[in-house]
């Protein structure tokens, strides 16, 4: 029989760990649990805190003893004033509840001792290993610069990313009437305010800045006295003149910790030592309290210490990831804050309250129905359409909505040539009511295919199979638009169908490969391509444009150039591929040369009238590939060159990839490049609702948001989504011979009579 966790040792005296510990006590008053704190009981770092209702529920519900004190002790309010150009927007139905972290830390303390449980002040505790000999359980919550983490490295395997702000604690000593954001544009760079209240008398308030400004404004040589006085001069009005005080407060740079494991034997890291979350979506303590809450159920629900923990990271980990994405999400938006300055005050205002994605389009207008209306009226929308069903013109096209089937490659073509499966495919989704739907990417050489079953535009036969499908589509889906992407294999090509071995070499009947480059896509395993010299370079550029004009003939509306995912074009723009030292390697405008030839070859040809796009891998998400600058520089040069829009997509570029998968999770990227370049994107990556589309669009993050997997999973996903949002309106018209399905069928009712006595 498994041995009891009886006895139990808690590394360091936050929330986390005191709240661990009353848990366990509670669970078990046989339990001995000691937790040790270096600093004496009212020593803390920052003010108030921010708990959310949904781990008040869960405190409730665990200890109704600590959750009446909290009660007592919060103070409560639902809006949140943004302050930008001295014009103030107020959103409401946000509710937040706060109060004092030593307040937090006192109730806690008292619950513990009440309880049993052994509180160890100003005394460090032993280190784990040894605490581990002697415990049952050692529970380290020794926060973000963790001893136990530090020490136990080749365990837990941690990661810590420090960022690019500079950020300080202060309070004011009176109470704020909303959650404030505010922004000051001074002669240094853009800085902003985060004030909350926390008690009747009292408020958080936080400056945070890029470390350029905190360097320029010579704060990083000022005392902490002087920072505070600093601070309170900049936003003056915020604070009405009145002064902020410091306590042990300095300047800090954010640290994002994650952590491989959990545990390691019978120590198992909680809170700030296991995970951080950048503090603008208010997450620190709020995590720990949910471990601590996660782990004493799973210690006692499980039958013994290893399953306990294995479960309670299990349980954790998907949560902390999700908050940690949101996290990343809202602290790169702070980040870039001097790109969203210039923002029409409402949109500003909105993109502010979005940043993270976890609140949306839809929440808000639940949330306060008129602020949501005054930003719609502001981009543009016609009363009852939702934005995504507001058209967009791009040169003489205009789209009927915002809308894009992504291009997918389905690896269905006989010698390049498309058939009948490309017909319903595409067909089907124009029919769909997206406003634009794009081909796969299209061939420009039978040696430029990625597979056997990759469609081309080096044929005559090909641009006629080509014209059928963009006649069927502008005769049964009048308004809709059909793009073409064009593009060259490159360094990836001659490679199995997708389903058959990705990025497999074909077993026979290969072709010869080119590239910038002589580099194999995978060592060892993928063919090595022959660099490009002069003539193979002017020979690829006819390729593009006798297949532009081909895409011209065959009735396409829109060009779009594939310039991304490591194909032809793409490797000549990537660092990590382009090792050429001649005009067409090195900086970043010798390897922009060839891809721009290409464009301005396939401009020239294409009608001027039809907009052309190109889509651009924004990182590589590998180190010394592209990042945020050469992205930006990448996509000024395209714009200069006539680009009417930039489809930014990531990564594909090196096996060795590391992606930051998660919802809406390169948007990001398209988001600086607009705000920053001034060009139209088209924002794709994991855009999965129509809450999605609706929120990056108002936010000014995107022009045109791309879905791909959406679109395979229901080719009628845009008039669904006009449908559930209950629009009817030109942005998604229904088929003539579809319009009877354009409301859900009836199903059979599942309701059954309720009890209406209770017999003795």
């Known amino acids: 029989m498994p041995a009891p966790v009886r006895r139990i040792a808690v590394i360091g005296g936050g929330p986390g760990g005191l709240y661990a510990a009353a848990l366990l006590k509670r669970l078990g008053p046989d339990r001995e649990i000691t937790v040790f704190e270096r600093n004496a009981p009212k020593d803390t770092f920052g ?77 460090a505790a032993p280190p784990a290993a040894e605490l581990a000999a002697r415990h049952d359980l050692v529970i380290a919550a020794d926060g ?71 360097r320029a404004a010579g704060l990083d040589t000022a005392t902490a006295d002087a920072s505070t006085a600093r601070c309170a001069a900049l936003f003056e009005q915020a604070l009405g003149g009145r002064p902020l005080r410091a306590d042990k407060s300095s300047w800090l740079a954010f640290r994002t910790v994650a952590n491989a494991r959990w545990s390691n034997g019978r120590t198992v890291l909680l809170g700030d030592a296991a995970h951080t979350a950048h503090f603008s979506i208010g997450s620190g303590t709020k995590l720990a309290v949910e471990d601590a809450l996660a782990l004493a159920a799973c210690v006692e629900e499980q039958p013994d210490l290893p399953a306990a923990l294995a479960a309670y990271e299990s349980e954790r980990r998907p949560v902390v990831a999700s908050t940690q994405r949101a996290a990343a999400a809202s602290l790169r938006w702070f980040e870039e804050l001097a790109g969203y300055v210039d923002q029409p005050p409402r949109r500003f205002a909105f993109n502010l309250l979005t940043r993270s994605r976890r609140v949306t389009h839809d929440n808000l207008r639940l949330r306060d129905a008129s602020f949501t209306a005054s930003v719609e009226e502001e981009f543009g929308c016609d009363a009852d359409t939702p934005p995504m069903f507001t058209p967009l013109r791009l040169r003489g096209l205009e789209l009927r909505n915002r809308v894009v089937v992504s291009p997918m490659d389905m690896y269905s073509a006989t010698d390049g040539l498309p058939g009948d499966f490309h017909l319903v495919h595409l067909g089907a989704r124009a029919l769909g009511g997206a406003g634009l739907t794009m081909t796969e990417m299209v061939c420009v050489s039978p040696e430029g295919r990625i597979t056997p079953g990759c469609t081309g535009l080096y044929t005559d036969e090909q641009a006629a199979a080509w014209a059928r499908i963009t006649d069927f589509v502008h005769t049964s889906a009048p308004g809709a638009a059909i793009g073409v992407q064009l593009g060259h294999s490159g360094r990836k090509g001659s490679t199995k169908l997708m389903w058959e071995g990705i990025d497999q070499p074909l077993e026979s009947g290969n072709w010869p490969l080119i590239a910038a480059s002589p580099l194999p896509y995978e060592p060892g395993v993928s063919q090595r391509p022959q660099a490009l010299d002069r003539a193979g370079l002017d020979a690829v550029r006819a390729q593009f444009t006798a297949a532009a004009e081909r895409a011209a003939r065959a009735g396409f509306d829109l060009l779009e150039l594939h310039c991304a995912h490591g194909y032809l074009l793409s490797g000549f723009l990537s660092p990590l591929t382009n090792h050429r030292t001649d005009a067409y390697g090195g900086p970043l405008e010798n390897r922009l040369r060839f891809p721009l030839d290409v464009f301005d070859a396939v401009r020239e040809v294409w009608p001027d009238d039809r ?20 992205a930006l520089g990448i996509a000024r040069a395209f714009a200069a060159h006539g680009a009417d829009a930039i489809d930014v997509s990531t990564g594909q570029v090196v096996p060795d990839e590391r992606p930051a998968f998660g919802r809406s999770y390169q948007t990001p990227y398209a988001d600086r490049i607009r705000n920053t370049v001034g060009v139209p994107v088209i924002a794709v990556g994991a855009i999965s609702s129509w809450d999605d589309v609706n929120s990056l669009l108002l936010a000014g993050r995107a022009d045109l948001c791309a879905l791909a997997r959406p679109h395979l999973y229901d080719p009628q996903w845009t008039l669904h989504a006009a449908a559930e949002q209950g629009y009817t309106g030109p942005g998604a018209p229904w088929p003539l011979p579809y319009r009877a399905g354009s409301r859900p069928p009836p199903t059979g009712r599942t309701d059954a009579p309720r009890p209406r006595l209770t017999l003795g």
């Open 47 to 123: 003010f108030g805190v921010v708990l959310s209702d949904e781990t008040l529920g869960g405190i409730e519900h665990a200890d109704p003893a600590v959750h009446r004190a909290l009660r007592e002790e919060f103070v409560r309010w639902d809006t949140i004033d943004i302050v930008h150009r001295g014009r103030v927007h107020t959103s409401g139905g946000h509710g937040f509840a706060a109060l004092g972290r030593r307040r937090l830390l006192e109730i806690l303390h008292a619950r513990c001792t009440s309880l049993g449980v052994r509180l160890r002040f100003r005394t």
């Open 144 to 214: 973000v610069h963790s001893t136990t983490r530090a020490t136990h490295a080749d365990v837990f395997g941690p990661t810590v990313t420090e960022h690019r702000n500079r950020y300080i604690w202060l309070a004011a000593d009176f109470a704020l009437d909303a959650f404030r954001f505010e922004i000051a544009e001074t002669p240094h760079g853009v800085m902003q305010l985060h004030g909350y209240p926390y008690a009747a008398d009292a408020s958080t308030v936080i400056v945070e800045m890029r470390e350029e400004v905190w």
């Open 611 to 630: 907009p052309m796009t190109v889509r651009v891998s924004a990182t590589d998400w590998a180190e010394g590939g592209t990042g945020d600058e050469d």
